[in-house]
């Protein structure tokens, strides 16, 4: 069974920086590339960067510069470093594959930027 639990989320203000987490359970993570996900309240969830097996990284325009997706494959990890935080950052933030169709979400971790 394929699960993703998401953390390291929480309130910080603009300008700081957070690292997310995601530990993926099932054998996927040596299949699929994975990608971070957000959905900000009242939007729909949006894809905000993936990366590869091989290490392959993209991201989407607004997090360009400030976001860095990696992956721990020996820890079937996928993380998302966060600088420059942004109040258009505010969502719920998922990890979950990318490219394909994704498997059930997990809960998510919320990140709220707000002075």
């Known amino acids: 069974q394929v699960q993703f639990v998401e953390s390291g989320g929480g309130l910080v203000q603009p300008g700081g920086s957070l690292r997310l987490s995601c530990a993926v359970s099932?054998?996927?993570?040596?299949?699929?590339?994975m990608g971070w996900y957000r959905q900000a309240p009242g939007k729909q969830r949006e894809l905000v960067a993936t990366?590869?097996?091989?290490?392959?990284?993209t991201s989407a325009g607004s997090v360009k510069g400030r976001f860095t997706i990696s992956r721990d494959s020996a820890k079937n990890t996928v993380f998302l470093q966060m600088n420059s935080l942004k109040p258009e950052d505010t969502g719920v933030y998922y990890c979950?594959?990318?490219?394909?169709?994704?498997?059930?979400w997990g809960q998510g971790t919320q990140v709220t930027v707000s002075s």
């Open positions: 979950n594959v990318a490219f394909a169709v994704p498997f059930a």
């Open positions: 099932g054998s996927i993570f040596s299949i699929y590339a």
């Open positions: 990366i590869t097996g091989g290490g392959v990284t």
